[in-house]
Structure formats: structure tokens, C-alpha cells
């Protein structure tokens, strides 16, 4: 099974709306963490925002927030007032309990912010 | 200058060529990653270095070999590429904590072409 699960492969937006990417996650484990992470076209992966399983407050980062819930096992991102910039493939990322090593991601939307 | 750099940044090369990736970080950082990503997936963990005396196999090291050479360099070396290789490749850095909300920062990536 999935450990990651990012729904929408593609979606559009119009300049400066909000828009919500969904994440769904999958563990066992008490303690984890959530990432999120941009990659434009240019191809380089740039981290955006976390959330840890212990946090009580959803993550904010400027204009990028992070809905938690936990009972439910999503992660999903929130960027406000989206910008053409914002365009690029977006992922979701965990990383599950203490010592692990490895950041198991999701297979990404690419988000197109249309003017 | 960037934190993490990878050299060379495009490399096409043919089945059968040793061909090693570099990567350098001025971070600070004890812990380093190679990880691979193919067209319409997410990130996949190649090695693994805690530090310059400890290295980790991730969950795709066949055909691959890594070196740590200083705090700051760990290089990626394929022995004889195959066209399956053929990805974007990216290093990443972590400090020391093994928390899970550890970040994980990356590099700009290296497209290597293997014909």
C-alpha cells in the first residue's frame, strides 16, 4: 500500500485564488513527519512547509499553510492567493518515526496557476 | 552562493561509461542522501551517509556506489550505467537530529542521460 497518496495529478487555478492540494498518509507510527515541497520546471526540489504528528497547530509558512488532521491521515497544503509563480509540481513527503532516514513521497500535482 | 550544489548539473553518457555525480554542501550538515526521481514519480532513496564513516543503503542501491569523502562532499557513482538509470538525481542534506521533522534540504538535481 501507498505511504503517500496525492489524488489529483493536475489542477488549474485562476491567479490569486486559494487552492487546497490533498495528501493522504499512511503509518503505523506515533511519531512523524509531514513535508511538503515545490519543484517548477526548472527541476529543483524547494521545501515549503512541515507539520509534526505531535503539533496541535496546523503549519503556516507566509502564503502557504498545511490543514492537519489527524484522525483523518491528511496533510493537505494551502496556498493563498496563488501567483503565476506558484506553478510547478507539488509534493507531499513523510518521514516516519525517530532515526528514519528516508522521506517517502508522493507522486505529486502539478499545479497551473492560469492569469 | 547555493547551500547544496551538484556537479555536473546535465550529463549524457553511454551503457557501459563509469560516470560519478558530486555533491557538495556548505550547510554544516553531518547527514547526506542520494535519492533519484523518474518521469511521474516521486523521490526514491538511493544511500545514505550519517557521516563520513557511515554509509547507508537506501531502498534502490543496486548499480549504484557511494562515497563520503569530507563532512561536506558525497559522491554517487554509477560503474556501468544502463539506459534505466536515466533520471533527475538529487542530493539532499540533514543536521543531526533525529527528530522526524528533521528537513531535509536538496540540491538542484542532475539530469543524466544514459543512451
Known amino acids: 500500500a501507498q505511504k503517500i497518496t496525492q489524488t489529483q495529478p493536475g489542477m488549474f487555478v485562476q491567479e490569486k485564488e486559494a487552492v487546497t492540494l490533498d495528501c493522504t498518509y499512511d503509518t503505523s507510527d506515533q511519531s512523524y513527519g509531514l513535508f511538503w515541497y515545490k519543484q517548477p520546471s526548472s527541476g529543483e526540489m524547494i521545501f515549503l512547509i512541515y507539520?509534526?504528528?505531535?503539533?496541535?497547530q496546523n503549519a503556516t509558512e507566509g502564503r502557504y499553510s498545511l490543514n492537519f488532521q489527524k484522525a483523518r491521515k491528511s496533510a493537505n497544503l494551502v496556498i493563498s492567493a496563488s501567483q503565476l509563480g506558484d506553478s510547478a509540481m507539488y509534493f507531499c513527503a513523510m518521514r516516519e518515526g525517530r532515526g528514519a532516514q528516508k522521506l517517502v513521497f508522493g507522486q505529486g500535482t502539478r499545479l497551473t496557476i492560469n492569469p | 552562493d547555493a547551500d547544496v550544489t551538484q556537479t555536473p548539473r546535465n550529463r549524457i553518457t553511454k551503457t557501459g561509461k563509469r560516470i560519478m555525480l558530486e555533491c557538495s554542501q556548505t550547510?554544516?550538515?553531518?547527514?547526506m542522501y542520494w535519492y533519484r526521481q523518474d518521469p511521474g514519480l516521486g523521490l526514491r532513496l538511493i544511500y545514505y551517509?550519517?557521516?563520513?564513516?557511515?554509509?547507508n543503503k537506501g531502498e534502490i542501491s543496486d548499480g549504484y556506489s557511494v562515497s563520503r569523502q569530507a563532512q561536506a562532499k558525497f559522491s554517487l557513482s554509477l560503474e556501468s550505467a544502463i539506459p534505466n538509470q536515466t533520471a533527475l538525481y538529487f542530493c539532499a542534506t540533514s543536521d543531526w537530529d533525529d527528530s522526524p521533522t528533521d528537513t531535509q534540504y536538496f540540491g538542484p538535481g542532475t539530469r543524466l542521460t544514459v543512451l
Open positions: 551517509s550519517f557521516d563520513v564513516k557511515d554509509i
Open positions: 550547510k554544516g550538515h553531518d547527514r
Open positions: 507539520q509534526g504528528s505531535y503539533d496541535e
